[in-house]
């Protein structure tokens, strides 16, 4: 099972309930976080992942959204990664093992 990922996206702003900075995964690692999400979602479609973007390590959980996964990306992460709105960023994703 693939549950390594790498990649390069924006940063992108999201004016929802409460507004965040987000990475959105790309197709063809999302296509293949599909293919897992049912042995590692706790929930919602919520897919536990540690990650890191420069040099930020960090965990949270990517979310599905209009047909991808966003990676939510908290202030202490982007100012540690000196990463804002439109910035392309290189991603590093493990996607981890559902909690029991």
């Known amino acids: 099972m693939g549950d390594r990922f ?7 702003y999201w004016r929802g309930p409460a507004p965040f900075f987000f990475v959105p995964v790309p197709a063809e690692q999302a296509d293949m976080i599909r293919g897992i999400a049912k042995f590692v979602t706790y929930g919602w ?5 540690a990650a890191r973007i420069g040099e930020a390590d960090f965990t949270t959980a990517l979310f599905p959204k209009d047909g991808t996964y966003f990676l939510p990306l ?11 709105v439109n910035d392309t960023v290189s991603v590093n994703m493990h996607v981890q093992a559902r909690q029991k």
């Open 6 to 12: 790498e990649f390069e996206a924006e940063v992108i």
């Open 74 to 84: 908290k202030d202490a992460v982007r100012r540690k990664a000196n990463v804002t």
């Open 45 to 49: 479609g919520m897919i536990p992942v």
